[in-house]
């Protein structure tokens, strides 16, 4: 994950999750970490979004998106699944 310009826990009350971190480098950068608790596939769910419009998503149920900025996008959907 890029290096980030501010972090800390909060609480997203009636959402289902509570912000890990967020935050933005000096390229442009930004990511965001999300805490789901127990519940579910993924609780550590992420994702970040690059300058280059290229951007990538882990998502609470085990999915992932990613798209790269140029016209190309991947679906993974959640093992088992």
């Known amino acids: 994950m890029p290096s980030q310009s501010n972090s800390g826990s909060s609480n997203n009350s009636g959402s289902g999750f509570s912000y890990k971190s967020s935050g933005t480098n000096s390229r442009g950068n930004h990511y965001c970490a999300r805490d ?13 979004s690059n300058s280059d419009g290229s951007y990538y998503y882990s998502n609470s149920n ?20």
């Open 36 to 48: 789901y608790g127990s519940g579910v596939a993924n609780p550590n769910s992420y994702h970040y």
């Open 62 to 81: 085990g999915s992932t998106y990613h798209n790269n900025g140029k016209g190309t996008a991947t679906y993974t959907p959640a093992q088992g699944k």
